[in-house]
């Protein structure tokens, strides 16, 4: 079983709409959480980092159940700009050690005139 | 906006050729990684680094090998080139737990 896992989409949506992403994730040492933007050919960029208590950036909402082991990502009034992949990402620290980042393999949003 | 730099950008270069890709990151930071990633495909990692002398093979199999004499340079180098290496190549670093990535090398071996 991977250790980040996300549905790869693609997302078609029409502008205005709202998206909702979820990602599971299978180590329980996972201690921080992030979901990050990649555009066609660019480099992954941090979007957000991802809270027990559920955070908001403007048309953006992650939040994070630790119970149940899953991030969610929520996209309000969708842009075409949003079109982009979206990547899940763990960070897991065990011990004393600095841990490691580990990412999802991305879904796709693809946001429609 | 980040302050990590890959050169070169691009690289075509023949089968069985050293090449060796730069990375340098002003930002002080101890954690670095390269990652391999092809078009529309999820990101590999193949190495990191949490320090200065520290480095340790990714998830993915690699036939590169790093360096971290200092804290912000973490090249990569290839012995010897194949076509199958042809991808492109993310540096990163960063510290508690987030990233910020470089424009990567797009490789291609002919």
């Known amino acids: 079983r991977k250790e980040v896992e996300q549905d790869p989409g693609p997302f078609n949506v029409p502008e205005g709409a709202t998206v909702a992403f979820n990602c599971t994730y299978s180590?329980?040492?996972?201690?921080?959480f992030f979901w990050y933007r990649q555009d066609c050919r660019k480099e992954p960029k941090l979007l957000m980092s991802?809270?027990?208590s559920g955070n908001e950036d403007g048309r953006f909402t992650a939040q994070l159940n630790r119970a149940s082991q899953y991030i969610s990502l929520l996209i309000r009034d969708s842009k075409l700009s949003d079109s982009a992949t979206y990547l899940c990402v763990v960070n897991i620290e065990y011990g004393g050690s600095q841990g490691n980042l580990i990412f999802g393999k991305g879904t796709k949003l693809s946001v429609k005139p | 906006e980040a302050d990590i730099y890959q050169t070169p950008r691009y690289l075509v270069i023949g089968t069985g050729k050293k090449i060796t890709l730069e990375c340098s990151q002003t930002?002080?930071?101890?954690?670095m990684y390269w990652y391999q990633q092809d078009p529309g495909m999820e990101l590999h990692l193949i190495h990191y680094s949490y320090g200065v002398n520290s480095t340790e093979k990714g998830d993915l199999s690699s036939e590169s090998t790093v360096s971290r004499i200092r804290t912000e340079h973490f090249p990569l180098t290839l012995e010897s080139a194949r076509p199958s290496h042809t991808s492109q190549y993310l540096c990163?670093?960063?510290?508690?737990?987030?990233?910020?990535f470089g424009q990567g090398t797009r490789l291609t071996v002919v």
């Open positions: 180590n329980s040492a996972s201690q921080s």
């Open positions: 991802v809270y027990s």
């Open positions: 990163a670093s960063g510290n508690r737990g987030t990233a910020f």
């Open positions: 930002m002080g930071h101890d954690k």
